[in-house]
Each structure stands twice: as C-alpha cells, then as structure tokens.
C-alpha cells in the first residue's frame, strides 16, 4: 500500500494515545504501523496473563520494564528489563507478568486486528 495510506500513523506521540483494555490487568496502545510493521505497547499489571495463542506475524518482544514469564512453542524463560524475544508466525506463546510491566511489541506484518 502506498505510504500515503498511511499518512496519519507515521508520527505518534505516546503521551497522546488512549491505553485500550484488553484483558484483565493488560492494556494495550498502538503505536506506530504500517503495512509490513506495527509497534505496540502492552501495559500489565502483576499476576496479568497473556493467554497462550497464536497468529500468522512475526512478533519481537521488548521487556521496557517489570518480568515476565514468557512461553514460546512450550520453552517458558524469565524476562526482564533489557531482555527481548522472537516469536516465529503461527507460533504458540504467552505469558504470565511476575511483577508490573511493559512490553514493546513489534509485528510484521501489522496486526489489521488491532487497527
């Protein structure tokens, strides 16, 4: 798609961005994104699960702050700030924040899902 499509997303200041629930104790802000890539910060509070799923992108993760306990394709690390993961498409994962945290997710492509 050309990038004029896109023209409203290609700046974004977070401080402006609405934090969307998502699941008990987890909220969710997208960021930037375009067609192959998309940028979005998950907000969890302790003890918050991100159930184990699965989807066609790419994912990485980047533990901005707090720990997780992150499973991928059933190999289950202890995550935190500084730490990142790689998640291949159609790959089982989730986790479990062992103390208030936030994740930065990327995508590739974008998740239409979240848009």
């Known amino acids: 798609m050309p990038a004029a499509e ?9 401080h402006g961005l609405q934090l ?10 997208v960021l930037a994104y375009g067609p192959e890539l998309m940028l979005v910060r998950v907000a969890f509070e302790a003890g918050a699960v991100g159930a184990e799923h699965q989807h066609p992108h790419a994912q990485t993760s ?21 730490d990142s993961c790689f998640v291949p498409g159609n790959t089982l994962h989730g986790t479990t924040c062992r103390q208030p945290g936030v994740l930065l997710d990327s995508f590739s492509p974008l998740r239409k899902d979240f848009v």
Not at 6 to 14: D, I, K, N, P
Not at 62 to 82: D, H, K, N
């Open 62 to 82: 980047y533990v901005e702050s707090g720990e997780f306990e992150y499973t991928i394709a059933g190999e289950t690390r202890v995550l935190r700030p500084g």
């Open 6 to 14: 896109y023209a409203s997303v290609l700046f974004h200041a977070g």
């Open 20 to 29: 969307e629930p998502v699941a008990e104790g987890v909220r969710r802000q």
